[in-house]
């Protein structure tokens, strides 16, 4: 059994986690969850055309309650996702939700400001899902420079980018700023963040798996009022996948045997390989615009278009 492998004390807490998660989301199928969300949707949309009362009113509150809708349907996938494994070693619907979840995360991301930099952690858990049509579009849709959020998100996100990019001469300027912004007082989780980055562009396998065994020792206390994400250290599963993909050749050798509790081997080898065909949910009977968006991922959406397919 996949709890096992934590002590106790982690064990209650995670089958509290479980509980609390099974009284909100009364479902363990992906369809039904979202379908829940969408219908709560509909309830809100209702509620404000009775409440229309000047001009703008409504399509300015419509997209408000759409986006909650995406956080929120986004969130309760993830979470059941990550629970069902943990108490019914149930992976196959762990790797299902997070693909799903995550796919309409970035539609929550791209009808929201482009200008920030916290997605960065979205298109990380894209790559740790080997999800990279995903990242493609992340790429594409957040093409500028960040210009908003804190300092160390916004280095930590160009960072990957250029390295997804291969921009050379940028990745020289990260690896400087990366030194200076280390002199920082960072908690040893976020100083083993940037460092994971610089291992991949100045190649050293040995730094990576430094890096990498920091972040997973520290996840606990980094994620400590995260719930249940504080045991999967996902972002960890991601940074490897961002070695292994975008760096073959250097990294074609690379080779880890982490025993961290929040690091799942057969997770990260079952995402290795997945085709995600067979992960396609039936949303189509939820609503046919967002099914279309999931699978598709535009750069671009009209968030009003989900209400003509009602």
């Known amino acids: 059994m996949y709890l096992d492998r934590y002590p106790k004390i982690e064990q209650d807490e995670i089958r509290m986690f479980y509980s609390i998660n099974k009284e909100d989301i009364n479902s363990t199928d992906i369809n039904e969850i979202i379908n829940e969300r969408f219908e709560n949707l509909i309830n809100t949309i209702n509620k404000l055309r009775m409440r229309e009362n000047k001009k703008g009113y409504l399509l300015k509150s419509n997209s408000d309650a759409i986006k909650h809708f995406l956080f929120f349907s986004s969130e309760n996938v993830e979470k059941t996702g990550i629970v069902e494994r943990f108490i019914n070693n149930n992976l196959d619907f762990e790797i299902a939700a997070l693909y799903v979840s995550n796919r309409i995360k970035y539609l929550y991301n791209i009808s929201s400001s482009r200008d920030g930099s916290t997605y960065i952690f979205d298109l990380l858990k894209a790559l740790a899902l080997s999800d990279y049509k ?177």
């Open 134 to 310: 995903l990242v493609e579009k992340y790429m594409v849709a957040f093409n500028g420079t960040s210009s908003e959020g804190h300092p160390f998100s916004k280095l930590f996100c160009e960072t990957i980018k250029t390295i997804i990019n291969n921009d050379l001469y940028k990745q020289c300027e990260y690896i400087k700023a990366i030194d200076d912004y280390n002199k920082k007082s960072l908690s040893q989780y976020d100083s083993a963040l940037l460092d994971s980055v610089k291992a991949i562009i100045v190649k050293s396998t040995e730094q990576l798996n430094r890096s990498l065994e920091i972040m997973l020792k520290q996840n606990k206390r980094k994620y400590s009022d995260d719930g249940i994400i504080k045991y999967f250290c996902i972002n960890a599963h991601g940074i490897i996948n961002l070695a292994r993909h975008y760096m073959k050749d250097e990294f074609k050798d690379f080779s880890h045997d982490y025993k961290h509790t929040n690091w799942d081997e057969e997770f990260f080898n079952t995402t290795s390989d997945i085709s995600f065909d067979i992960y396609n949910c039936n949303l189509e009977k939820i609503n046919q615009k967002l099914a279309t968006w999931i699978k598709d991922l535009p750069t671009e959406i009209l968030l009003e278009e989900v209400l003509n397919c009602i």
